[in-house]
């Protein structure tokens, strides 16, 4: 597997696909919904004054140009993480609760994420502890922008 592309299969199973069309002899058809082609990096993420921020890096030229542009296009939208062992996902965080921009860096993005408000911060905080040391221990996480995965890796 090229260290470019990551394929992960039900990464768009866990994001809300369809699933598997039927063909009319009742047999399911080769499909792509149940796999998404994103750039792999490697992420960090680390808590902020007021929230997280969210480093993507990718050591291929190729996959950072992809995950620029992706991120350049979708990073108006809601940002949410999903991290996944084995194809089942193991903890989900949807940053509804702050403002989330996207930096582009020289191998990659970093994402920020922040809010005002001191409760709403603790979520942002809490969600990090818990993606970190979900990747620390095996999972890969991927970075979504409006329900659209953008990139996906792990520490």
Do not use: W, Y
Not at 10 to 37: E, H, K, R, Y
């Amino acid at each position: 597997m090229s260290s470019m592309m990551m394929m992960e299969r039900g990464m768009m199973g866990a994001m809300g696909s369809m699933g598997t069309p039927m063909s009319t002899s009742g047999m399911p058809m080769p499909t792509s919904m149940g796999t998404c082609m994103v750039p792999c990096c490697t992420m960090k993420m680390e808590k902020c004054p007021n929230g997280i921020k969210i480093h993507c890096k990718c050591d291929d030229e190729m996959a950072c140009a992809m995950l620029q542009n992706m991120c350049r296009m979708m990073c108006d939208g809601m940002c949410s993480c999903c991290c996944m062992m084995n194809g089942m996902v193991v903890c989900q965080c949807n940053m509804v609760m702050c403002n989330c921009e996207c930096e582009m860096t020289k191998d990659g993005c970093c994402i920020t994420c922040m809010s005002g408000d001191k409760a709403c911060c603790q979520m942002l905080q809490a969600c990090c502890d818990c993606m970190s040391k979900c990747m620390e221990s095996g999972c890969k996480c991927c970075v979504c922008f409006n329900g659209m995965p953008c990139c996906c890796g792990s520490c």
